[in-house]
């Protein structure tokens, strides 16, 4: 078959049509017989995919590996060229390919076991995925253009010392020139894939050093709050049993209005114990969660412990408060002491 090109006519383009239509380019072109626009733009894109010259021209090379190139017959030619894409080269490129996809495999992957988050675990397994299809398409390219390698060896030998048999070899290596450039796309698909895979990774190391552990409330917090009410709580039982052993109404009102307050700052107090706990209960469940549960999971405890870390705050404004009363009474006592001496 000749060389077609933009302008080309006939059986000849009618046949490139035909065999671009096929999968896996299914070009989706008019069997007309008229090399068009749209035929040339359809041999680029099947150059492209599969790495031949770019140049819209159906060539040898470009004919020979959509199973339309010139044959020698049953009885071969002598002299005759092996029509097909250069199989060394392809060996030679597909090899590299995969060199260097390993290589990024192995960088991402050492990221990936460096960084202790579920969303880091997750896309870890995925990498791993891609790299099992990989190493299995690269397997099935590589093996049949190893097969294609020794055909080809074969059919130089033929030319050589039989020459009736170039013809059948060059039949059976037709159909496997097909079944190699479906193979190459899928090993090409899997490096992209790993690609991808690769940028997935960069982006949850970003993500993953936003996650800090929570350690906003701490145990002494909890026993720092409570030696001050046990501290308040004795003062104000002292002042109660002082104001008891007087006579005198204000000293009896003083020791209701401190028992009015102590109640009030008990159960206030007790509310901001159990919030409290529950805060540090927040913060364990969040930094054990961190090297397995995803973002969205953690960003729910986070969103967890800051409203209780708001109502937290809230309840030790309050005590705080009820303390500063205290203190109050304790000056009002004072001076009514001075007043009204035993």
């Known amino acids: 078959m000749k060389k077609l090109k933009n302008g080309s006519k ?56 959509l199973g339309l190139g010139k044959q020698s017959g049953g009885g071969g030619s002598k002299g005759s060229d092996w029509p097909h894409t250069d199989v060394h080269e392809m060996v030679d ?18 990221i990936a076991h ?22 299995k398409t690269f397997r099935d390219v590589f093996d049949i253009l190893q097969n294609l390698e020794r055909m080809e060896k074969d059919f ?19 159909p496997l020139y097909r079944k190699a450039a479906q193979a190459l796309l899928k090993f090409l698909d899997a490096c992209t894939a790993v690609e991808e895979m690769a940028k997935k990774v960069e982006a949850t190391k970003s993500a ?21 009410r046990d501290l308040r709580q004795k003062k104000t039982l002292k002042k109660m049993r002082e104001c008891a052993d007087r006579d005198a109404p204000e000293y009896k ?30 913060q364990e469940m969040h930094n054990r969660a961190i090297p397995t549960a995803s973002s969205k999971e953690l960003k729910k405890l986070r969103d967890r412990h800051f409203k209780q870390m708001m109502k937290c705050l809230t309840l030790m404004k309050a005590s705080d408060r009820m303390r500063r009363k205290a203190e109050a009474i304790d000056e009002e006592l004072e001076a009514l002491q001075k007043l009204q001496p035993a």
């Open 114 to 135: 460096k960084i202790k988050t579920g969303d880091m675990r997750e896309t870890e397994a995925e990498m791993l995925a891609a790299w099992k299809a990989l190493d």
């Open 156 to 174: 130089m030998r033929a030319q050589r010392d039989k020459p009736a048999s170039a013809g059948r070899i060059l039949k059976r290596a037709k």
């Open 93 to 110: 490129e597909v090899a590299s390919k995969y060199k260097a996809t390993r290589t990024i495999i192995d960088k991402h992957l050492s």
């Open 253 to 282: 009102e003083i020791r209701l209005r401190y028992l009015r307050l102590e109640v009030e700052a008990e159960k206030a107090h007790k509310l901001w114990w159990s919030n409290a706990e529950i805060v540090l209960n927040l």
């Open 10 to 65: 006939g059986r000849d383009v009618k046949a490139l049509q035909t065999a671009l239509n096929k999968p896996p380019l299914k070009a989706g072109l008019k069997v007309d017989g008229i090399f068009g626009d749209k035929t040339e733009a359809s041999v680029r894109a099947y150059q492209r995919r599969n790495r031949l010259k770019k140049d819209g021209i159906a060539g040898p090379k470009t004919l020979a590996s």
């Open 208 to 228: 993953s050093a936003k996650i800090k552990p929570l350690d906003s409330f701490h145990q002494k917090d909890i026993r720092g709050r409570q030696l001050i």
